[in-house]
Structures are given as structure tokens and as C-alpha cells.
């Protein structure tokens, strides 16, 4: 019998981006270079695990946006195109590498590679590989958790308590609509908390969410387990522990198995490296040089010289790195259950895009560590939070402290000179909102009013996106979020004084219902 | 025509186009900048030189801090990278207005020791209040006090104590540091005169720091959730005494933990938006 439990989450969202006024865009690209080098390796490991009988959990967290992307139409084609193109690419650095072999076998590897994405995304799961992960989760194999609406950061709309509501309410209603029930368990967007944030999610029927470290171990009455067991905030919601140890071992930059030499390095892109006129075509239209996803070094170490990267060995390091990464869980469980007298569960919880996208080797990585825990040990069992409260129904009861896993531990990342300008303005957007939804209650469901009520909640949960607060924090795209900032607010005051003065313009309505076309579903009466 | 006229004329447009691209580009940066310099020149202002002459109201307790430090902002954090992928041709978005015509201060919490505050004030708001002060109007300035409110039902008299910060004209939100974990505050912001008449513009809402340590609470209530989500509270305490332990070790790493940041935002790693 197992003597503890590892509890892996990953939590995958992109906020949302598409832009049909465009013949291709450059931010797109994010939802591609995801499905191309995270999810679709992500579900094969999944399959592969399946296919070879081997047992296993995980959870993981489908933000309502990503899933918007990833079953719109409009951004599936995108897709094949984006993958055709890489495919194209990989077939010519076959024949150009052909005299060097290091190099050769890896536009080898990168044409398998992308031509595999192409025939999972397209063939095998018919464009939309939500499927994917809803058939995992009705294998039981996946939890699927859902998250803010919008991926809004809750604590800092707390004057509206409407407006905390409605990106839980929108969230759990797009939720069951694409799984078929409604979800047990959210990952609080940048795992944001505040004590009365739980009552929310009680009202909605979700179970169990995850903090931060010290939004347990700062919780109050002291929790008797620390962050090894859950807790009961008092509304009866479940709170699961972020453990920092794990975390470090994947995330830390210093320590972090990513940075080893032996993986591949992620800045040295053909996009930068070969001929301007040989990589233009799958360059953006303005020519401007961007990574393009072939990547033929690894990190070698802290210098400017590079070495080809070697597939075999980086999966050597991919399968040393597992096997240690369960040593350390399995010496940390075997003492926690010396000192506690329940089963202890370590939860580690990271973004999706790590694995693949930044970490190439990191969907390898898990593969062997689930592999590993199936066959070479005792000690840990994977499980889900939702098993687990299963299996310890009595939990202490405490409430936890407010906290976010960003930089510091609380708000200030997404609080700060570079971002606290558009609190006030999504704060009475917020407002506005709720005011409209009182005002017009009883609006007939086909008129043009009911359609801009809806425009109006779709346009302010767009603009509260807590990615545009970290984007403008970190510096990089800049542009592009108050870009999106101000867009959404600046619709949703048009739509707000249209609705006001009762001359709502159809046109410009339906051309934003087009652009902004998430939640279809969306009621505006959450806002009431 | 010429094939090479009708080139250097393509190119010429095409030049003008760039340098079209490059305007709007650093339109945007500029106005970026300014925002920028806006709250950089606001955090300057309020520096520890001005938070050394705060001064308390009502009875100065101990543990208050004497001089609250002001928002070390410009050392740690780097200018933001202004390198772009690609010129976005977007069409022209409204600016968001200055205001919106309201009378009002909010309050928010940013970490267990600082607070953040936005307002706005309407024009004949300050003119009545400034009218009041007659000949003294003059010799008024704006203010924010910061009021320690915990646990009562506030009402303009009774706060455990409260500090007084001077705002420069034309700032419209600041960071207050309270340094206080796991207490209650609110702000009024108003007129203040050296004679020491205080008059409220708006008072904000109230807001709680978090706790910034372990609670000192270790009563234990168990709780049992029915599937029906039902809560039945169990009476007797389940295991053994032996949570201290277990709670140390927890412990151990968390100052690091928080010092560090081991998180989305602070990985060189994360999703793909924070990419270089």
C-alpha cells in the first residue's frame, strides 16, 4: 500500500486571442505554438500511457478561453495552415541539412514531429482536441477543472462582488456545456484568493480549489496537517496546498531541471539563426524575425556557444530527472507519514505551457514519471484533490489566507505602477454592468438589446483578463495588451451608452458579436 | 515607363509606409512612457523624506511603524522591454476617459503591508469644501488619512489611530504603507489646513491586510462534507497531537518561498506570453 499521494496539476490557459479582421496575426500564434508543442504532446503521452495499460491521474485546469480557442472554427483552420507551414519547413531542412548529419536527424525529428500534431489535431480528434481531454477525464485518468471566465484576477474586483460572481457563474456554465457535468474542483486564476471568494464557488456547487503555500499555512485556526492534507474553508469548499518543494524542482531557475545542458534551448530558433530570405515565408507580414519552432541546440551551458542538441540524451536527462523527482517525493512522503496520521498528499501544480513549449522535453518527462510510479516503487500513489477528499471526507476546518502565486505571494504583480491605471476603469465597467442587468431585467431574449446586453458582459470579462495586468507587468507585447485593455473597455462604455440612450448601432454590434465572439451562450442576468 | 522609376517608386512608398508604421509605433510607446513616468515621478515624490513627517493622530502605539517607507519601485524594477514582433496596423481605439464624472476614493489591498488607492474627485466637491475654509482656502492641501479600523464599525471618530499623507497636486492614486498585517483600514481623502482643520472629499471602503505569518489560533473544528454537500461538524478532534511537526517542516522553506517568488511570474519559464 501506498503511503502518501502526489497530486500533479497543470494548469493550461492562453487568454483569449483571435482576430478575424486579420489574415493572420501575430499573438495567434501563442494558442499555436501551444496546441503544436504542449497539448498535442500532453494528449500522446495520455494515449500512450493509456494504450500500454498503465495506470494514472492528473488534473488539470481548461480555462474557458483556451477552450473557446481550441473548438472555434476560425482558429482550427489557422492551425492546419500554421502546421502545414511548419511541416513545409521541416521538409526543406531535411534536404538542406542532408550533408550534416547532427543537424539532419533533427529536422527529422521536427517533421515527425509536426506532421504527428497535424494528424492528432486534424485526423484524430477532428480539429478539437478538448475531445481529447474529455475522453481522458471520462476514463477517469484527468480531472478537468475549470477557472475564472475570463481568467480574471478575483481579488482585485472584490468592490463587486457581481463581478467575482459572474467570471465563476460564466465559468462553470461554459464548463458544462463542453464535459457534460459540472466541474468539481477551479484553479483560481494565478491562484488568487481572498477569504469570501470560497462562498462564491460554494454557491456553484465546485468542491475544492488550489492556494498558494502560505494561503494554507497562513490559514487560521492553524491547520494541523500544514498544507499535506486539505482544509475546509468554513463555507465547506476544499482547499488543497500548492508544496513548494516540487515546485522548485520544475520551476526554479537555478535549480530547475529545465536549465540542464542537456535540453534543448529555447532562444536558439531558425527563425533568428538561418537566412532572412530563406525563412521570410513563415515569418509574420511585417517580415519581422520570430521563432518559428525549429530549434536545433541545446543549452550547453552559460555561453554563447551552442552544441547540436542530441534527442537521446536529453531523454537520458528527461528519465534521470523523473526518477529523481520521485525519489524526492517518495523521502518526503515516507517522513510526513511518520508524523501524520493520515495518508499525506504533496500537490504540485504548474502551468501547462511549461511542458513542451518552454521545457521541450517536459511531456517526456512526465510520461517517465508516471511510468516510474507504476513500476518502480511503493511508497506514492497518484491521485486527484477530488479522490482524496473521497477518501478523507473530514477535513479540518480553517480559513485560508489571502495570497496568489505570483512574485512576492500576493497582489503586487498584477498591482503596480505598470498596471494599476485600469483597475479604476474595469472597476466601473464592473458596476455599469450590474447597473444595466438591474435596469433590464425583462428584455425580450431576441431583440437587439438582449444581444448588446450580452456584447457588454462578453466585452467586460475580456477586459478583466488578468493576463493583460502580467503582460504590461513583464513589458514583452506590450502594446498588445493595452491594446486589448482599452478596446474592451472602449466597447463596453459604447455599449453601455448605446443601451443607455436606446440607439444601439446593429451594425457595429454585430461586427464586435464577431470579433469578441466567446461565450455565445452568456446570459447577462449573472450580473444581477 | 522605366521598370527602375517604377521601382524607386515602390520603394518609396514603401518607405513611406514604414515610416508611417514606425510613428504610430512610437506613439504608443511614448504614450506608454508617459504613464510610466507618471507613476514613477508619483512613487518619487512620496519618498521617505515626506513619509518621515507623517505624524500620528490619537495615542501612537508602539508597534505602529513610525515611518512608513515609500514604494522602493524604480531600483528593482527594469524599464520595460519596448521590442516588438510586429507592427499591429490597429485601428484607432478611443482613449479611456479621466474620469467619469464620480466622487469617490477605493481602497485596495496589495501584499500585508501596502495598500493601494485611486480616486477622483468632482470639481464643485472641492470648491464647497475649499469655500468653507474662507480666507485660509489658499494654504489647504490635499490629503490622505489613513485610518486603522479594525474590528468597529467605523464612524469617522473612533479608528485605533490614523496618519496623514500629503498628496501632490494632480496625482490621482497612491500607494499607502500601512506595514501592518491583519488589520483593517480605511481613507479618507480630503483638505487639510496648518491650522490642522481636516475636511473629507470621500471616505473609501474598508479593506484587510493579510496575515503574514502563522495564526496564532490552534483551535481545531473538524468538518465532513455529505455528497449532497451537506456540512455535519464533528465534535471530536481526529489523531494525535503531533501537527507541530509537521508544520515545521511545512514552514521550513517559506521565507524562501516568498522571498523568491518560485511562480508563474517569476520562472524564466511560463506560458507562452511571457515569452521573450
Same mark, same amino acid.
Given at each position: 500500500?501506498?503511503?502518501?499521494?502526489?497530486?500533479?496539476?497543470?494548469?493550461?490557459?492562453?487568454?483569449?486571442?483571435?482576430?478575424?479582421?486579420?489574415?493572420?496575426?501575430?499573438?495567434?500564434?501563442?494558442?499555436?505554438?501551444?496546441?503544436?508543442?504542449?497539448?498535442?504532446?500532453?494528449?500522446?503521452?495520455?494515449?500512450?500511457?493509456?494504450?500500454?495499460?498503465?495506470?494514472?491521474?492528473?488534473?488539470?485546469?481548461?480555462?474557458?478561453?483556451?477552450?473557446?480557442?481550441?473548438?472555434?472554427?476560425?482558429?482550427?483552420?489557422?492551425?492546419?495552415?500554421?502546421?502545414?507551414?511548419?511541416?513545409?519547413?521541416?521538409?526543406?531542412?531535411?534536404?538542406?541539412?542532408?550533408?550534416?548529419?547532427?543537424?539532419?536527424?533533427?529536422?527529422?525529428?521536427?517533421?515527425?514531429?509536426?506532421?504527428?500534431?497535424?494528424?492528432?489535431?486534424?485526423?484524430?480528434?477532428?480539429?478539437?482536441?478538448?475531445?481529447?481531454?474529455?475522453?481522458?477525464?471520462?476514463?477517469?485518468?484527468?480531472?478537468?477543472?475549470?477557472?475564472?471566465?475570463?481568467?480574471?484576477?478575483?481579488?482585485?474586483?472584490?468592490?463587486?462582488?457581481?463581478?467575482?460572481?459572474?467570471?465563476?457563474?460564466?465559468?462553470?456554465?461554459?464548463?458544462?456545456?463542453?464535459?457534460?457535468?459540472?466541474?468539481?474542483?477551479?484553479?483560481?486564476?494565478?491562484?488568487?484568493?481572498?477569504?469570501?471568494?470560497?462562498?462564491?464557488?460554494?454557491?456553484?456547487?465546485?468542491?475544492?480549489?488550489?492556494?498558494?503555500?502560505?494561503?494554507?499555512?497562513?490559514?487560521?485556526?492553524?491547520?494541523?496537517?500544514?498544507?499535506?492534507?486539505?482544509?475546509?474553508?468554513?463555507?465547506?469548499?476544499?482547499?488543497?496546498?500548492?508544496?513548494?518543494?516540487?515546485?522548485?524542482?520544475?520551476?526554479?531557475?537555478?535549480?530547475?531541471?529545465?536549465?540542464?545542458?542537456?535540453?534543448?534551448?529555447?532562444?536558439?530558433?531558425?527563425?533568428?539563426?538561418?537566412?532572412?530570405?530563406?525563412?521570410?515565408?513563415?515569418?509574420?507580414?511585417?517580415?519581422?524575425?520570430?521563432?518559428?519552432?525549429?530549434?536545433?541546440?541545446?543549452?550547453?551551458?552559460?555561453?554563447?556557444?551552442?552544441?547540436?542538441?542530441?534527442?537521446?540524451?536529453?531523454?537520458?536527462?528527461?528519465?534521470?530527472?523523473?526518477?529523481?523527482?520521485?525519489?524526492?517525493?517518495?523521502?518526503?512522503?515516507?517522513?510526513?507519514?511518520?508524523?501524520?496520521?493520515?495518508?499525506?498528499?504533496?500537490?504540485?501544480?504548474?502551468?501547462?505551457?511549461?511542458?513542451?513549449?518552454?521545457?521541450?522535453?517536459?511531456?517526456?518527462?512526465?510520461?517517465?514519471?508516471?511510468?516510474?510510479?507504476?513500476?518502480?516503487?511503493?511508497?506514492?500513489?497518484?491521485?486527484?484533490?477530488?479522490?482524496?477528499?473521497?477518501?478523507?471526507?473530514?477535513?479540518?476546518?480553517?480559513?485560508?489566507?489571502?495570497?496568489?502565486?505570483?512574485?512576492?505571494?500576493?497582489?503586487?504583480?498584477?498591482?503596480?505602477?505598470?498596471?494599476?491605471?485600469?483597475?479604476?476603469?474595469?472597476?466601473?465597467?464592473?458596476?455599469?454592468?450590474?447597473?444595466?442587468?438591474?435596469?433590464?431585467?425583462?428584455?425580450?431574449?431576441?431583440?437587439?438589446?438582449?444581444?448588446?446586453?450580452?456584447?457588454?458582459?462578453?466585452?467586460?470579462?475580456?477586459?478583466?483578463?488578468?493576463?493583460?495586468?502580467?503582460?504590461?507587468?513583464?513589458?514583452?507585447?506590450?502594446?498588445?495588451?493595452?491594446?486589448?485593455?482599452?478596446?474592451?473597455?472602449?466597447?463596453?462604455?459604447?455599449?453601455?451608452?448605446?443601451?443607455?440612450?436606446?440607439?444601439?448601432?446593429?451594425?457595429?454590434?454585430?461586427?464586435?458579436?464577431?470579433?469578441?465572439?466567446?461565450?455565445?451562450?452568456?446570459?447577462?442576468?449573472?450580473?444581477? | 515607363?522605366?521598370?527602375?522609376?517604377?521601382?524607386?517608386?515602390?520603394?518609396?512608398?514603401?518607405?513611406?509606409?514604414?515610416?508611417?508604421?514606425?510613428?504610430?509605433?512610437?506613439?504608443?510607446?511614448?504614450?506608454?512612457?508617459?504613464?510610466?513616468?507618471?507613476?514613477?515621478?508619483?512613487?518619487?515624490?512620496?519618498?521617505?523624506?515626506?513619509?518621515?513627517?507623517?505624524?500620528?493622530?490619537?495615542?501612537?502605539?508602539?508597534?505602529?511603524?513610525?515611518?512608513?517607507?515609500?514604494?522602493?519601485?524604480?531600483?528593482?524594477?527594469?524599464?520595460?522591454?519596448?521590442?516588438?514582433?510586429?507592427?499591429?496596423?490597429?485601428?484607432?481605439?478611443?482613449?479611456?476617459?479621466?474620469?467619469?464624472?464620480?466622487?469617490?476614493?477605493?481602497?485596495?489591498?496589495?501584499?500585508?503591508?501596502?495598500?493601494?488607492?485611486?480616486?477622483?474627485?468632482?470639481?464643485?466637491?472641492?470648491?464647497?469644501?475649499?469655500?468653507?475654509?474662507?480666507?485660509?482656502?489658499?494654504?489647504?492641501?490635499?490629503?490622505?488619512?489613513?485610518?486603522?479600523?479594525?474590528?468597529?464599525?467605523?464612524?469617522?471618530?473612533? =479608528? %485605533? &489611530?490614523?496618519?496623514?499623507?500629503?498628496?501632490?497636486? @494632480?496625482?490621482? #492614486?497612491?500607494?499607502?504603507?500601512?506595514?501592518? !498585517?491583519?488589520?483593517?483600514?480605511?481613507?479618507?481623502?480630503?483638505?487639510?489646513?496648518?491650522?490642522?482643520?481636516?475636511?473629507?472629499?470621500?471616505?473609501?471602503?474598508?479593506?484587510?491586510?493579510?496575515?503574514?505569518?502563522?495564526?496564532?489560533?490552534?483551535?481545531?473544528?473538524?468538518?465532513?462534507?455529505?455528497?449532497?454537500?451537506?456540512?455535519?461538524?464533528?465534535?471530536?478532534?481526529?489523531?494525535?497531537?503531533?501537527?507541530?511537526?509537521?508544520?515545521?517542516? =511545512? %514552514? &521550513?522553506?517559506?521565507?524562501?518561498?516568498?522571498?523568491? @517568488?518560485?511562480? #508563474?511570474?517569476?520562472?524564466?519559464?511560463?506560458? !507562452?506570453?511571457?515569452?521573450?
Amino acid at each position: 500500500m501506498e503511503k502518501g499521494y502526489l497530486s500533479l496539476i497543470l494548469h493550461a490557459h492562453l487568454p483569449f486571442v483571435r482576430h478575424p479582421e486579420y489574415a493572420e496575426f501575430l499573438e495567434e500564434d501563442w494558442l499555436f505554438e501551444a496546441i503544436t508543442e504542449t497539448y498535442i504532446p500532453l494528449i500522446d503521452v495520455f494515449d500512450k500511457l493509456i494504450d500500454d495499460g498503465i495506470d494514472f491521474r492528473i488534473t488539470m485546469s481548461l480555462t474557458p478561453p483556451l477552450i473557446s480557442m481550441l473548438t472555434d472554427p476560425l482558429l482550427q483552420s489557422r492551425y492546419i495552415r500554421y502546421s502545414e507551414k511548419r511541416i513545409n519547413l521541416a521538409e526543406k531542412e531535411i534536404e538542406r541539412t542532408k550533408h550534416q548529419p547532427d543537424f539532419h536527424r533533427l529536422a527529422q525529428m521536427y517533421h515527425r514531429h509536426f506532421t504527428n500534431a497535424r494528424y492528432v489535431f486534424s485526423e484524430k480528434y477532428h480539429r478539437n482536441i478538448v475531445k481529447a481531454f474529455k475522453k481522458f477525464q471520462d476514463m477517469g485518468k484527468l480531472e478537468i477543472i475549470t477557472c475564472g471566465a475570463t481568467h480574471g484576477y478575483l481579488p482585485l474586483m472584490n468592490s463587486n462582488v457581481n463581478a467575482m460572481r459572474a467570471q465563476v457563474h460564466v465559468a462553470v456554465n461554459h464548463y458544462e456545456k463542453h464535459f457534460g457535468r459540472k466541474p468539481r474542483g477551479i484553479w483560481l486564476p494565478e491562484c488568487a484568493y481572498e477569504p469570501g471568494v470560497d462562498k462564491i464557488l460554494r454557491e456553484m456547487g465546485i468542491r475544492f480549489f488550489i492556494t498558494e503555500t502560505h494561503g494554507i499555512l497562513f490559514a487560521s485556526p492553524r491547520p494541523k496537517y500544514g498544507h499535506y492534507a486539505p482544509i475546509f474553508c468554513p463555507s465547506g469548499v476544499a482547499v488543497f496546498g500548492r508544496d513548494m518543494e516540487s515546485s522548485k524542482q520544475v520551476w526554479s531557475a537555478k535549480e530547475g531541471y529545465p536549465g540542464d545542458f542537456f535540453y534543448r534551448e529555447f532562444y536558439r530558433d531558425v527563425g533568428f539563426d538561418l537566412d532572412y530570405d530563406y525563412v521570410r515565408p513563415y515569418l509574420h507580414g511585417d517580415g519581422k524575425r520570430t521563432n518559428i519552432g525549429i530549434k536545433y541546440y541545446r543549452i550547453t551551458g552559460k555561453t554563447d556557444h551552442k552544441e547540436p542538441y542530441s534527442y537521446e540524451k536529453a531523454m537520458d536527462k528527461a528519465a534521470e530527472h523523473a526518477g529523481n523527482f520521485m525519489f524526492n517525493r517518495e523521502k518526503h512522503i515516507e517522513y510526513l507519514s511518520t508524523v501524520m496520521d493520515r495518508k499525506p498528499i504533496v500537490v504540485a501544480p504548474y502551468d501547462a505551457e511549461l511542458f513542451g513549449h518552454w521545457w521541450f522535453e517536459g511531456p517526456d518527462w512526465i510520461n517517465f514519471l508516471f511510468r516510474k510510479i507504476a513500476f518502480d516503487q511503493k511508497t506514492i500513489s497518484l491521485i486527484t484533490p477530488m479522490e482524496y477528499l473521497e477518501m478523507y471526507p473530514v477535513n479540518q476546518v480553517s480559513t485560508p489566507s489571502l495570497s496568489s502565486w505570483g512574485y512576492k505571494g500576493y497582489h503586487e504583480y498584477w498591482l503596480n505602477e505598470s498596471n494599476d491605471w485600469i483597475y479604476r476603469h474595469l472597476h466601473k465597467a464592473a458596476e455599469r454592468m450590474v447597473e444595466l442587468a438591474k435596469a433590464y431585467s425583462r428584455i425580450h431574449e431576441n431583440s437587439l438589446q438582449n444581444r448588446a446586453l450580452n456584447q457588454a458582459a462578453r466585452e467586460l470579462l475580456l477586459a478583466q483578463s488578468s493576463d493583460w495586468a502580467f503582460i504590461m507587468k513583464t513589458g514583452t507585447m506590450l502594446e498588445y495588451a493595452m491594446k486589448r485593455t482599452k478596446e474592451h473597455l472602449f466597447r463596453f462604455t459604447k455599449l453601455y451608452d448605446d443601451i443607455r440612450s436606446n440607439k444601439i448601432d446593429a451594425a457595429w454590434l454585430s461586427d464586435i458579436e464577431d470579433k469578441d465572439n466567446i461565450f455565445p451562450d452568456i446570459d447577462y442576468h449573472v450580473y444581477q | 515607363m522605366d521598370k527602375a522609376i517604377v521601382k524607386e517608386i515602390f520603394l518609396l512608398i514603401l518607405e513611406v509606409i514604414k515610416a508611417f508604421c514606425e510613428m504610430i509605433c512610437k506613439g504608443i510607446k511614448s504614450f506608454f512612457s508617459l504613464i510610466w513616468d507618471r507613476f514613477f515621478g508619483m512613487a518619487d515624490v512620496s519618498s521617505i523624506d515626506k513619509a518621515e513627517e507623517q505624524e500620528w493622530g490619537v495615542t501612537g502605539e508602539d508597534t505602529w511603524p513610525t515611518a512608513p517607507k515609500a514604494p522602493s519601485v524604480k531600483h528593482e524594477e527594469p524599464k520595460p522591454q519596448l521590442e516588438r514582433k510586429e507592427i499591429i496596423p490597429a485601428p484607432e481605439i478611443p482613449e479611456l476617459p479621466d474620469g467619469y464624472g464620480d466622487n469617490r476614493i477605493v481602497l485596495m489591498v496589495r501584499d500585508p503591508e501596502w495598500l493601494f488607492t485611486y480616486w477622483e474627485i468632482r470639481k464643485e466637491v472641492m470648491n464647497n469644501v475649499l469655500n468653507t475654509f474662507g480666507s485660509l482656502a489658499h494654504s489647504a492641501k490635499i490629503v490622505l488619512r489613513v485610518y486603522d479600523v479594525t474590528d468597529i464599525i467605523f464612524d469617522g471618530n473612533n =479608528a %485605533h &489611530k490614523y496618519f496623514t499623507i500629503e498628496i501632490p497636486g @494632480g496625482a490621482r #492614486s497612491w500607494y499607502i504603507h500601512v506595514g501592518e !498585517p491583519s488589520r483593517s483600514f480605511c481613507v479618507d481623502i480630503g483638505f487639510l489646513t496648518p491650522n490642522g482643520t481636516f475636511r473629507i472629499l470621500s471616505r473609501s471602503n474598508t479593506v484587510r491586510t493579510p496575515r503574514a505569518g502563522i495564526s496564532e489560533v490552534i483551535d481545531e473544528t473538524w468538518m465532513s462534507i455529505a455528497e449532497l454537500y451537506e456540512k455535519i461538524n464533528i465534535d471530536a478532534p481526529m489523531g494525535l497531537g503531533i501537527s507541530e511537526s509537521v508544520f515545521e517542516r =511545512a %514552514h &521550513k522553506g517559506l521565507a524562501d518561498i516568498l522571498k523568491e @517568488g518560485v511562480s #508563474s511570474s517569476d520562472s524564466p519559464a511560463s506560458s !507562452p506570453i511571457s515569452k521573450k
